[in-house]
């Protein structure tokens, strides 16, 4: 499986962007889709979480403005992340756990920056 994620850049506080991951490379469906980040000298933490039946999970942090979609048909997850903050400031991996097994893929990361 393969996950080809985009839309991560340099942005200034209280602006926006929208990250993108697409699945492919899989005949299996998938569950779960979602987006983690890792913040420097910080632990892997969830940003948000959609599962195939439409079921979401945010972490606390972004709550409220972070909104977690998927378009099933093309196995592909976005995040769109408003009111951004310099603590939003870190590399965004996105995950996907096939239905039915425990085999889980991360993507290869894309980077987001808040200027304050």
């Known amino acids: 499986v393969q996950l080809q994620a985009s839309g991560g850049g340099l942005v200034q506080t209280g602006g926006y962007l929208r990250l993108s991951c697409a699945a492919s490379?899989?005949?299996?469906?998938?569950?779960?889709m979602g987006w983690y980040r890792r913040a420097p000298g910080k632990q892997r933490e969830l940003v948000a979480q959609i599962r195939s039946g439409g079921s979401t999970n945010y972490g606390d942090s972004v709550k409220g403005r972070f909104t977690i979609s998927r378009d099933s048909a093309k196995n592909t997850v976005y995040l769109q992340m408003n009111s951004l903050k310099p603590e939003d400031t870190a590399a965004y991996y996105c995950?996907?756990?096939?239905?039915?097994?425990?085999?889980?893929?991360w993507g290869q990361g894309t980077q987001v920056t808040v200027s304050s």
């Open positions: 995950k996907v756990n096939l239905e039915y097994s425990g085999l889980y893929y």
């Open positions: 490379g899989t005949r299996r469906s998938i569950n779960a």
